[in-house]
């Protein structure tokens, strides 16, 4: 049990940092940097490199190690046709089932973005803005939903990364505001076509030409 929760612990650490953007799409994760940062053995480090790539966080390279996986521009795009058909549906789901528990819930959350967005923490601001589909799922009770979302989205911060432009205007967070809302106007077919909007929105401010940016994993893990 120990040697799973450790796993755990930095597998979530791992994937904390690639959110944040502090680990960079491309960077090779030296098992040797990493058990000696977490002060574990390297089994359990490839252990938890193994679970990330599961949901394509991590590319295990034979006889090169494991890198940041660098999504391709068709699997950019595939990821948010999937986030659409998903998150779409969902949102449908949330407003028929939507309570004033519920909406004050997603206020707290919005608050909180807008909390990290005045004190420019652009760590937090991208974890939170992404975390806001997943409370919806989350609010729901369906933890399969949820965790789907929360895969998607840490994928999406990759992409983001590699692909959003320096001078893309950032409107997630007035776009989630209203989403709630029509949410709380109980209005479902709003509250739809303003998630449509905002992933098409998200997925328009991309631009796929973009070189890849470099990173260090020493100086990633100084801030894990």
Known sequence: MESTTTTRTIADALTRAIV??????????????????????????????FQLT?????????????YVSTPSVQEARQVFAVRRMLETEMTRAFAAGVTPAKIKALRTHVAAEQAAMDRSDVGERT???????????ELMGNEVLAQMIADLT???ALIMLMYQSDSAAEHSHEEHAEIVAALAA??????????????????????FDRELPANDLS???SSI
Do not use: I, W
């Not at 599961?54 to 494991?66: I, K, S, W, Y």
């Open 20 to 49: 944040e953007h502090k680990l960079r799409p491309g960077t090779k994760l030296g098992e040797q940097k990493l058990a000696d940062h977490f002060g574990v053995s390297r089994t359990l480090v490839r252990q938890a490199l």
């Open 54 to 66: 599961q949901n394509r966080l991590v590319t295990l390279e034979p006889a090169r190690g494991a």
């Open 127 to 137: 974890e939170l803005l992404g975390d806001f589909h997943v409370r919806m799922a």
């Open 154 to 156: 840490s994928r999406c």
């Open 186 to 207: 109980k209005d479902a077919d709003l509250a739809v076509r303003l998630m449509q909007e905002h992933l098409l929105h998200v997925e328009a401010g991309l631009t």
């Open 219 to 221: 100086q990633a893990l």
